[in-house]
């Protein structure tokens, strides 16, 4: 059986589901709150779509999100 490889979304698509600019979304992973995956000489930012949902889940019925101290 063949598996298809994972789709990875880019901090630009990431930042557009949480409606938030991209310099927030580095902030969370550098916080711990979004797990990434580095990639490339760069080292660009990857984060998996069940690491996404999981972050969506912990919000719960809340319009909040995440801040920092």
Do not use: K, N
Not at 51 to 65: A, K, P, T, W
């Amino acid at each position: 059986m063949i598996e298809t490889p994972e789709r990875l979304l880019g901090i630009r698509e990431v930042a557009e589901l949480f409606s938030v600019d991209i310099s927030t979304i580095r902030r969370w992973e550098r916080a711990g709150y979004l797990r990434s995956v580095r990639i490339g000489v760069r080292g660009h930012r990857r984060f998996r779509q069940q690491e996404i949902q999981r972050l969506m889940d912990s919000f719960g019925d809340s319009e909040s999100q995440p801040t920092l101290s």
